[in-house]
């Protein structure tokens, strides 16, 4: 089965220059923890609402005038809409992610890929289950 046919389909986007407020404002009204950072239709970074709070708020950043930019993760993994869903299901055990932005083949950010959405649309409850339990697993300490 292929990600794009158990991913969610699009995906609403913050422009790195937009403040934190309105990012949060942003997650308020999706009902969302998470939103992908693009500039010129391209990926750059990912902003969760605890990078609001970690990166920003508890560092002392007015989020009135700070920006996602400042705040978001960068270096982003993601996979294909044409990949197998075991690949990337498989990448997000090795990197212990919850969500995995999806893209085209021309980089193009096309939907996420979530726990849930491989729980819900694959009907394959140990892949589900495996999947879970391996981004679940407490961080190595180095």
């Known amino acids: 089965m292929l990600v794009r046919n158990v991913m969610t389909q699009g995906c609403a986007c913050i422009p790195p220059d ?3 407020q309105q990012a949060a404002d942003k997650m308020r009204a999706l009902d ?18 605890r990078d609001i709070t970690v990166r920003a708020v508890a560092e002392g ?10 705040a978001m993760t960068t270096g982003i993994d993601y996979c294909f809409d044409d990949e197998d869903v075991i690949e990337a299901t498989r990448h997000m055990q090795e990197k212990q992610i919850r969500r995995l932005p999806v893209l085209d083949r021309n980089k193009r950010l096309v ?7 491989v729980a819900v649309r694959t009907d394959d409850e140990q892949l589900a289950g495996q999947t879970l339990e391996r981004v679940s697993e407490p961080a190595m300490q180095s």
């Open 61 to 70: 950043r007015d989020p009135r005038t700070a920006r996602v930019r400042d």
């Open 111 to 117: 939907g996420m890929l979530s726990l849930g959405d």
């Open 18 to 20: 937009s403040t934190l």
């Open 32 to 49: 969302v923890g998470l939103l992908p950072v693009s500039e010129d239709d391209r990926l750059i970074g990912m902003l969760t609402d």
